[in-house]
């Protein structure tokens, strides 16, 4: 579960996204789960960045 807090700090939005995975799954694959935990939320920042940038007047 991802959860998206938007805060303003001047000019800008600051975009945390807390998350943590546990359970037997995780324990079972430890190290490519990790990867994907770590590379999930840069590609989901990176398009809401794009999409906030090109609707910038």
């Known amino acids: 579960m991802y959860e998206w ?4 700090d001047g000019d800008r939005v600051v975009v945390r996204t807390p998350e ?3 359970g037997a799954p ?13 590379d999930s939320p840069s ?9 906030a940038e090109a609707a910038t007047p």
């Open 43 to 51: 590609t989901w920042l990176d398009a809401l960045k794009k999409a």
């Open 5 to 8: 807090t938007f805060a303003e």
């Open 20 to 22: 943590s995975w546990a």
């Open 26 to 38: 995780v324990d079972a694959d430890r190290d490519n789960l990790a990867a994907a935990l770590d």
